[in-house]
Structures are given as structure tokens and as C-alpha cells.
């Protein structure tokens, strides 16, 4: 697993490089990566994409906001890998 990369996706993201964040995680493949690239497009606006990303997350839809679910993305991120 890629514990920079995906610390880099959620740097692009909250810097508002969403393309950037997008193509960094978008070839890693584990359960972050699909809760980053489904914070991305819900904040996209493609909620249907992002529900699918959401569940191969296995996490539950949310409409939190944006920044602070990014926080906690991070935070767990930090933790467990």
C-alpha cells in the first residue's frame, strides 16, 4: 500500500487540485484510495459514481462536508497504515 500517495491525493484535494488528487489515486487499488476517489467525486458532484466508489469502500454514503471527511480519511490513514 501506498501511504504517501494516497497522503498526496488528500494534499491535492484539499488544495483544490481535484484532477490531480483524481489521477493519484485513481490506479491504486485498496480501500483508501476508493474512500478518497469517492469524497472526490461526491465534492465532483457525480454522486452516483461516488456511491459506487462509497461502497467498494465499504463505507456508507455521507454528505459531510467535503474538507472534514478528507480529515478523517487522513487521520485513519495515518493510523492503520
Do not use: C, P
Not at 20 to 29: C, E, F, S, W
Not at 52 to 69: I, L, N, P
Amino acid at each position: 500500500m501506498n501511504k504517501d500517495e494516497l497522503l498526496k491525493a488528500i494534499s491535492f484535494a484539499d488544495n483544490g487540485n481535484w484532477e490531480k488528487a483524481h489521477l493519484t489515486v485513481q490506479d491504486i487499488d485498496n480501500e483508501y484510495a476508493y474512500w478518497i476517489h469517492a469524497n472526490l467525486h461526491r465534492e465532483e458532484g457525480d454522486i452516483s459514481n461516488s456511491k459506487y466508489w462509497y461502497r467498494r469502500a465499504g463505507r456508507e454514503y455521507t454528505e459531510v462536508d467535503f474538507k472534514v471527511e478528507r480529515e478523517n480519511i487522513f487521520k485513519e490513514i495515518k493510523g492503520n497504515l
